[in-house]
Each structure stands twice: as structure tokens, then as C-alpha cells.
């Protein structure tokens, strides 16, 4: 071919657009073409002598090419393409800097950073022809974008991909320079919040072409990945608490491994677990007790496996506050002696993280205070202030009667739970009297009155009818089966098999249908109401607080007739009460933006400020006391949020890896009893953001490309972008026609084609 043109058109018609210079309206222009076989046909219907359809059909197909060929001649055929003057525009290319590039998923267990080095500085890198066209300037990103110049500045350290800000930066940094591409090699595993997209679109609007290179596997062939840890942020009776694990695998389907859960060098639990079908994710969960009371930095760790592609995502750090703090304070009135008071205080007390103060009636007009931490406090019998309730964050009432109450103390129950965020458990029968009072607002099952009850019904729990007195086993809903109230073993299966070993409850409180929004966790295996089971166990929302329905007194006999050293009664109680007092509302709350952080990330601290009667208090002064993991302090104010009452902001980056300490000091001119200081703690941990979910997102890469009026490129073709991007228009590019009707192999296909013509019709004998 290259006999017949030069190199420019050989180039063109592999990079141009074809037409026709001279041609009318293409379908004129096709039917022209159409109409000149008929035109030789018709012509060649009468010969000066004989012909067979065979010589005809040849001498038709000769003089019908010979006419068509001039026909494309004279339309004068050219091809359109787009170049760039050399060295007169920019070219930007944009490398991917970021921690995945380490990961040496390519042939010959290459690193991706290696190979991207290969291509661009090698031998036969694509630069140097690139920078006899173009001004280049060449960058690396992750969170940031910066200028290289060389292989050397190549680290893969970033510990994310921000794609969107890459091109933004790039926009702000070349925006006044005749740019006229870009190429952004990267495996498109964007882990930013912003969508790329846009970017890519505005650098289209402005007739700039991306083109993208992907990098990687599409799927890491061999690997295990811690991808999720989910653990109670803060613990309250430094017991054990649940670590659940999510474990996704490629590679190693129905392997073994050790999941093991490091406090620094000692393990504290550890489990072996069996690996699911390729490409799945399993979730696992360990039992962790606390060594010490402060925040404890774990790591959990699972087997590296032989052949395992990345090794970073096979460890995961994760902080638990096992700080000293107040215990819950939990009021507990009864109406009269029972057992069922004396085993619930029996639980609690052996709890370091509750306080449960109670005031029992042991008779008419005697009542006895246990667990009060002054001789003042519940003197005067149940609350009748704000002030006086408010210090509690639950309140449980057992077997009392309707006139122990005021209807002042009810009002301000109905607070405490609305407003305060506080807790109420009803734990037994409720009095009749209650029924039409906020008490039956409050509660997640809707009382109902004895007298209106089928009589096999009536008579409540003290009653010892074939109906209601009767020994049962309640039956956990699929709610009350995962409540972290009633989990007796982080094993599902444990747990269902300790469940049907608890000795049998004797009576039960009839209510009427659970509210909409409760939740039913415990019900009657046999008695039914109104269609439904008798709830035994339920819980609601209401307001700020949670309300709960215990419809036995007799969860007493999980312990007395149980072995001694059985702690499923009072395992049960404690995490009832926790769950119960722990959502209460607090005077200071410290939040933060997220779970965890990785170095660099911004920490955006927020803390809720309530005055004396939980209210929203904009009138606060604050001071955020911070400690790095290295024990330096550093102080700065708080500043109120105009948008959110109460709320006060803080904000700064987390430069170091490791357990940070906050302190937000408090001076209020909303009354007595505020907290002076509230503490709280994150941590700063490895980025693993880069090593899940790492495959090579050619998808994101396309679309960039798309969007922006360029190509995507798989990392083995990006030579072919050499000659591509200068055949793209762009903002800077020039128009270029290469004709072709006048090239020699044109005029050869015509000679040939004519000498083919005239030998056919001598050979025939015709003129």
C-alpha cells in the first residue's frame, strides 16, 4: 500500500473521516452510484454479435466499474482529519499514585506501578514521542495531584483515589495553557465521594479529550479480605462484647483459616472458619472480654494464604472505649416484696455500669429505699420534679398500683421518656387505672382493661388460671432472636439450644395488639388476643426515650432453678438494663463524621450541648482538647452551628496513626448540672480502601472517556494512543483534507480495469 500513498495519507485513512468534497446529498449520491450498472446494462442489451450471459455479465461488470470509479473521482473523494501544530499545545498525563498500584497482579507477578513506569519511561515508552508533538507536563495523584519527573517520583503511598479532584486540580493548574488532551492512567477504583464524571464532562464541554489507560485485573484472581468490622464503639461493664467479621474470598473456596483478634502482641480470641464459593463475602463473629478500662486499639488478622495476590486487606484495626465512665442510674419502684424484684436487683448489682436505685413498698404506707446514694435522694418517694427524675436514665415499675402516682408524676414520666430520651420498662401486670393515663401511651403494647377480656382471660399474672397462670416456654420472634438484649451466645445455634433450656415462665399479663411501631422480641407460644400471640417481651420508640413491656413476673425462675453457676438470668437483666438507661440523653454528646480515619483524612468533630431541661443550649462556651497518638496537646474553641441549636464544630486533619484522645471542656449559663468535660476517643488506622474492591474498574475509565470526547485504552494498547490522540478533535485542533482522487493507485485500478475492458471486447470481436 505504501507504493501508492505517502505516509500523511496512509495515516489519514487510518485516523480520517471519508467523504466526498463535491457530492450532493449522499443518498443522490448513492442512487448515482446504483444507477450506473443499470445505465451499462441497458446498454449492453443489443451487441453486434451474439454474446452468452456469461461475456455479457463480464462486459457489464467491467464498463460498470470503469464508470463508477470516474463517478468517485470526479465527486472528489478526501479524507478529513484533525492534527496539532508540534509543540504549540499541552498534553497532561495524569498517573495513579495511589496504594494499589503495588499490587502485582499483571504478568510475571509485575507491580502495577512498574508496569505504568515500563510504558512511560521505557525503552519504548510513549512519552518521548508524545513530547516531539506536545509541551508535556506530567502529574501523580491520589488525594492530591502534584508534578513528577521521572520513574523516581513514583511511591504508590496515597492511601486513596480521587479521580474527580485530580481533574479538577489539573483544570485550575493548566486552565490558562492550550491544552489539548489528557491522559489518565489509573484501575478507575475511585473511593471518593465526588463522581468523576462531571469533571470529565466539563473538560468535554471545553473540547478536551480524555483518554484513560486501565491498569490491573478486572478481578484479583487470589485473595482473602478483611472487608468489614463491626464492634461496639464503647462498652459499659467491661465484659465481653461481639466482634463480627465480614470476610470476602477469590481463589481459595472452601479453605480453612485462622481469624485471630490481637490486643498488641497478645491474642484475645480466635477462631477458625471455613471459606465460601469464590467471589463471596461470610460474616463471622468472635468473643472479645477487655483487658484493661481505656480505649483498646485491636487488630484482627487472618491466615496469609500461599499465592495471595494483596496482604495489606488480611489485617483490620478497630477501637473499643473501655474508658471508666458513671454508671447508668436506673429507679425501680415496686408495689410490693417478690421475687422477681429480688433477682432483678440481684443482676444488676453485680454490674459495675448500672446503679439500680429502688423504692419498694413493703406495706401500707412503708416503702424501703435500696442503692440510693444519698439519704435525701427518693425520701420523699417518687419524683416530682424534673431535676429530681432527670438524673436517672430508666425507670422500671413493677406490680404498683394506680394511686401510688399523681397526675403530675405521670406528666412528667412522659418527659422523661419524650424529652429526657429516658427509658421505661413496665415489668408484671399494670393496674386497670392505668389504662386511659399517658402510661398507655407510652408503652409499645396497648393495655387493656380486665373487665373487657374473655373470661379465660381475665385475671392477669397473679391469677393461677388454666388460662394465664400456666407454665410456658415464651417463643423468641426473629426479633427477639438477634436482640443483643436477649443474646445468650454470639453462635446462632448456641444460642437457640440455650434458649430451649431455660426452665418454663408461669403466668402472663394479657395486652392488647402491639402499636405500629413496636417491636415484639418474646410471645406466648399458645394463648392468643385479638388474632395475634400475647406479646410477652416489646419494645418501642417514643420520642427521644424507648419504652418497654416485660408481661411476666416470673423471669425469676431462670435463676432459681437453674445451676448456680448459670448466668443466662442476669447475662439477660443486664443487657435489657443497658439497653434500656444507655439512649438516654446526655447533657454533652461528642460526635464524630466517621467510624475511623486513615492518615490525612479531615476529623470533623461535633458535640450537643442541653441545658437543664434537655433542651437545645446555644449559649455554651467550648474548648476542644485534643491528644495525638505521640501525646501532643493541642486546644482550640468550638463554634456554634447557626443551623443546628445546640450543636458545636471542630475541625481538623489527623496526621499520625493511632488512638487520638478528645476533651470537650464546657461552660454553660444553662444552670446547674452540667458537665464540666466530656471525653471521647478515635482512632487513626492503615488505609484499606485501596486494597478492596482493587480490580481494575475499565468500566469508570470508559465512561471518563466517553463523556469527555476521548478513548479508553487497556494498559497493552496504550501505544496505539500515540497515534490516536492527534487524530481527535480537540479545542486546539486543525482541520486537514488529504485528497484521494488523484493518487496513483486510483489511476492504476482505472487502467486496469480499461485494458480488462478492451481486451474482453477484442477477444469477443466487439467495437
Do not use: C
Not at 287 to 303: A, C, G, K, N, T
Not at 508 to 519: C, F, L, W
Not at 678 to 693: D, I, Y
Amino acid at each position: 500500500m505504501s507504493f501508492f500513498l505517502d505516509a500523511n495519507a496512509i495515516d489519514a485513512i487510518q485516523n480520517g473521516q471519508f467523504s466526498f468534497a463535491y457530492a450532493p446529498h449522499p443518498l443522490v449520491a448513492g442512487l448515482l452510484f446504483l444507477a450506473l450498472p443499470v445505465l451499462v446494462w441497458l446498454l449492453y442489451r443489443n451487441t453486434t454479435r451474439p454474446l452468452t450471459p456469461r461475456w455479457k455479465a463480464l462486459l457489464v461488470t467491467l464498463r460498470s466499474l470503469i464508470a463508477m470509479v470516474l463517478l468517485f473521482m470526479l465527486l472528489r473523494p478526501v479524507i478529513t482529519t484533525w492534527q496539532v501544530n508540534p509543540q504549540e499545545t499541552y498534553l497532561a498525563v495524569l498517573v495513579d499514585d495511589s496504594e494499589s498500584m503495588q499490587i502485582s497482579d499483571l504478568a510475571g507477578d509485575q507491580r502495577r506501578l512498574d508496569a505504568i513506569a515500563d510504558e512511560l519511561y521505557g525503552n519504548n515508552g510513549i512519552l518521548a514521542p508524545l513530547a516531539e508533538r506536545y509541551q508535556l507536563r506530567t502529574f501523580a495523584f491520589n488525594k492530591q495531584l502534584r508534578r513528577i519527573t521521572g520513574a523516581e517520583d513514583l511511591m504508590a503511598q496515597g492511601n486513596a483515589t480521587r479521580l474527580d479532584q485530580a481533574l479538577q486540580q489539573l483544570g485550575e493548574q493548566l486552565g490558562g495553557f492550550p491544552l489539548s488532551a489528557v491522559v489518565l492512567i489509573s484501575d478507575g477504583a475511585d473511593n471518593a465521594e465526588a463522581d468523576p464524571l462531571a469533571s470529565a464532562r466539563t473538560f468535554g464541554a471545553d473540547q478536551i479529550p480524555i483518554f484513560t489507560v486501565g491498569v490491573g485485573q478486572e478481578q484479583i484472581p487470589r485473595d482473602i479480605g478483611i472487608t468489614d468490622v463491626s464492634a461496639a464503639s464503647t462498652i459499659l461493664d467491661n465484659t465481653v462484647f461481639d466482634v463480627q467479621v465480614n470476610l470476602a474470598q477469590q481463589g481459595f473456596a472452601g479453605r480453612s483459616v485462622r481469624l485471630r483478634v490481637m490486643d498488641g502482641e497478645t491474642e484475645v480470641a480466635s477462631r477458625t472458619v471455613l471459606l465460601g464459593p469464590d467471589g463471596s463475602s461470610r460474616r463471622f463473629e468472635l468473643e472479645v472480654s477487655p483487658e484493661r478500662r481505656e480505649p483498646i486499639l485491636y487488630e484482627l488478622q487472618v491466615d496469609e494464604l500461599d499465592e495471595e495476590i494483596i496482604l495489606q486487606n488480611n489485617r483490620y484495626q478497630f477501637l473499643v472505649d473501655n474508658s471508666e465512665r458513671p454508671p447508668l442510674n436506673i429507679l425501680y419502684v415496686d408495689g410490693h416484696p417478690r421475687n422477681e424484684f429480688k433477682f432483678i436487683r440481684r443482676a444488676a448489682e453485680g454490674d459495675e455500669s448500672l446503679r439500680l436505685a429502688s423504692y419498694l413498698q413493703t406495706g401500707p404506707g412503708r416503702f424501703y429505699r435500696q442503692g440510693v446514694n444519698s439519704p435525701t435522694e427518693l425520701s420523699d418517694g417518687f419524683p416530682d420534679t424534673a431535676e429530681d427524675l432527670y438524673q436517672y436514665q430508666a425507670v422500671i415499675m413493677g406490680d404498683i398500683s394506680r394511686d401510688f402516682f399523681n397526675g403530675g408524676q405521670l406528666t412528667l414520666l412522659q418527659d422523661f421518656v419524650a424529652e429526657r430520651g429516658g427509658g421505661l420498662l413496665i415489668a408484671g401486670m399494670l393496674d386497670d387505672a392505668f389504662t386511659e393515663t399517658v402510661l398507655g401511651d407510652i408503652l409499645p403494647v396497648t393495655p387493656v382493661r380486665s373487665e373487657v377480656l374473655p373470661t379465660f382471660l381475665q385475671g392477669g399474672i397473679r391469677r393461677g388460671s388454666h388460662a394465664t397462670g400456666e407454665l410456658y416456654s415464651p417463643r423468641l420472634t426473629s426479633a427477639g432472636e438477634f436482640s443483643p438484649m436477649l443474646r445468650l451466645d454470639s453462635d446462632d445455634a448456641v444460642n437457640r439450644r440455650m434458649w430451649g433450656e431455660m426452665p418454663a415462665l408461669q403466668g402472663v399479663y394479657i395486652t392488647g395488639r402491639p402499636k405500629p411501631g413496636a417491636s415484639v422480641l418474646m410471645e406466648h407460644p399458645v394463648l392468643q388476643y385479638q388474632n395475634q400471640a400475647v406479646p410477652v417481651l416489646a419494645t418501642q420508640r417514643y420520642g427521644s426515650g424507648r419504652s418497654m413491656a416485660l408481661t411476666t413476673a416470673s423471669t425469676w425462675r431462670w435463676q432459681m432453678l437453674m445451676p448456680s453457676d448459670d448466668d443466662s438470668h442476669q447475662r439477660i437483666w443486664r443487657q435489657s438494663l443497658r439497653w434500656l438507661a444507655q439512649g438516654a440523653l446526655e447533657r454533652v454528646t461528642i460526635n464524630f463524621d466517621r467510624p475511623f480515619y486513615n492518615q490525612g483524612d479531615e476529623v470533623n468533630v461535633s458535640a450537643t450541648v442541653l441545658d437543664a431541661e434537655y433542651e437545645p443550649d446555644n449559649n455554651a462556651s467550648l474548648y476542644l482538647q485534643r491528644t495525638d497518638p505521640l501525646g501532643e496537646v493541642n486546644d482550640v474553641a468550638m463554634d456554634w452551628d447557626i443551623d443546628e441549636d445546640g450543636v458545636y464544630r471542630s475541625r481538623f486533619t489527623a496526621d499520625a496513626e493511632g488512638i487520638y484522645r478528645v476533651l470537650v471542656d464546657v461552660a454553660s449559663a444553662a444552670g446547674t448540672g452540667m458537665e464540666t468535660g466530656k471525653q471521647a476517643a478515635f482512632v487513626v488506622t492503615p488505609s484499606l480502601r485501596e486494597f478492596n474492591n482493587a480490580g481494575l474498574d475499565s468500566g469508570m475509565l470508559g465512561r471518563i472517556a466517553e463523556a469527555s470526547g476521548g478513548r479508553y485504552y487497556a494498559l497493552p494498547q496504550i501505544r496505539q494512543l500515540v497515534d490516536d490522540i492527534e487524530h481527535v478533535p480537540g479545542a486546539y485542533s486543525q482541520e486537514v483534507q488529504e485528497d484521494l482522487w488523484d493518487k496513483p493507485f486510483l489511476l492504476m485500478l482505472l487502467i486496469a480495469l480499461m485494458s480488462l475492458d478492451w481486451m474482453a471486447r477484442r477477444y469477443r470481436g466487439l467495437s
